[in-house]
């Protein structure tokens, strides 16, 4: 089970957006996860008239390592860890370390 899924908030632990908050909008592959509002970089794009795309300098989220991310804890408004356990129904869940709360409802 992936500590760290699309959709769940995090906050960028190392980099130069340390600190921020946004939401997991993609995960790239194993260990690379985009984050809204976070590595953002410029990107001259030439345009397409196939794609509708017109030319610019347009703003673009690159991907972050997993390990520069983490679970933002709602009940102490502050990163946590997070660890999967079993419940007497047989579902396995996430749930953050520091005070025991589940995550998957």
Avoid at 51 to 71: F, Q, R, Y
Avoid at 73 to 84: F, I, L, W
Wanted: glycine share 10%; net charge positive.
């Amino acid at each position: 089970m992936k500590r760290i899924r699309k959709g769940d908030d995090v906050i960028v632990l190392a980099g130069r957006d340390k600190g921020k908050r946004g939401t997991v909008l993609k995960i790239v592959d194993a260990e690379h996860v985009v984050v809204e509002g976070a590595n953002k970089v410029k990107k001259h794009q030439r345009p397409n008239p196939m794609k509708s795309i017109t030319g610019g300098i347009i703003d673009k989220e690159m991907p972050l390592h997993v390990s520069n991310v983490a679970l933002y804890n709602p009940a102490t408004r502050k990163a946590g860890r997070a660890g999967t356990k079993a419940l007497e129904d047989g579902r396995r869940v996430r749930y953050f370390k520091s005070n025991g709360e589940v995550i998957d409802a």
